[in-house]
């Protein structure tokens, strides 16, 4: 199993349909029609999607651009002010807000007077009250302390700081140098100002890496006492992401020492008192991830994992991804697309998914193995369930050692096999398009 499993590539599945499969038939008069159908009670999550940094990371694949100077980021401030007045035109109002996230690219590339205008943009068309958990990921090598202050201003009390891994063949192979000193600089200031909610993201499987190094690495996040470490495995995508092609291939682990790595942070983590969280989410017991997954309400979103996700997701930005009830919207990709259509006063939309009962039933049904590793069927409607079903026990022959299927319970024996089963349990995975989805 290790090794099937260290050979998949696989759809990231935070969402199903994966948003590679959007079809282009969903645009803005769709998606302003389901807006208004919105409750005006419901409790929504915000993304906003800042797509600059000062640098190029290659080991990145998300939708992001250098920005040198301040007039691209003034850009855009200017046309997130006008989608959010465009989205907010087609609400039944100020809706609750549980969650605020802002996600890139570099959110800190913002002055700290752009930050300030953010936030009275998204809390003058929402009500973000002080119990919404406003969160932003950092890189410490674009951050200072008037950013800082600037972020305890919105209300930001969760941070996800990017470490992916400190050694420096690794960082100057992959673009991404950044010394401990001011990652722990950062963390300082931001429990100082009260963001005290301080999480790492590591990456194994990066170019040059070592268990040595990634060990390292995973243990001065240690020293910082975090509350969670995501620990996701780099995903090689070079016809998606053309900056991955900076990266020699053969300076990649190969399968079994992408397992190894993942395997020897995982037991290391454990060891420390973290509790895994889905398939690459670590946390503190007492984190709100971990009792949400102790719980059962733990969720799966295109920004990660959640503990009791909202129903409903909007995203601002490019490429930005909203998941609605009726189903999913994603905008245009590229920033300058993006902006064409904010200013011609329409919505960005350019695809999307109208999601049909048998979609929502194997949506849950992923989610939940990516989220638990088990999923009981009995409460699903009778068509997808013995569909789910049937996938689940010919996988569980194919692959000995998946998991197992008893009764309507279909339950994997390791997080590990979580990706491999979602991709059984989805009708139309193909390996040739499906390699990996990515929607940031």
Known sequence: M???LGRARLPRYTSYPPANRFDAGIGPETVAAWLEELPADGPVSLYVHVPFCRRVCFFCACRTQVARGDAPLDAWLAHIAREIALVRARLPGRLPVRRLSLGGGTPTILSPEALDRL????CGAFDIGADA??????DPGACDAARIDALARMGVRRATIGMPDLDPRVQRTTGRTQSLEVTRETVAELRARGIDRIGFELLYGLPHQTAAGLGATLEAALAEAPDRIAL???AHVPWISRRQRMIPEDTLPGPEARMALAEGAAARLHEAGYVQVGIDHFARPDDALARAAAAGTLGR?????EPEPAATLIGFGPSAVSRLPQGFAQNAGGTGAWQSEISSGRLATRS??????RDAAIGRAIER????GTVDLSWYPQAPATELLLRARTAMIELPGLGRVEGNRITIDTMTGARLLASRLDPDFAPE???FSLAC
């Open 133 to 138: 958990e406003i969160s932003v990921e950092i």
């Open 352 to 357: 999307g998914w109208r999601l049909s009962a």
């Open 369 to 372: 193995i990516m989220c638990d």
């Open 232 to 234: 996701p495995g780099y």
């Open 433 to 435: 398009r499906d390699n």
């Open 119 to 122: 936030g009275e943009l998204l």
């Open 301 to 305: 979103s295109f920004q990660g994992y």
């Open 2 to 4: 290790r090794t099937a």
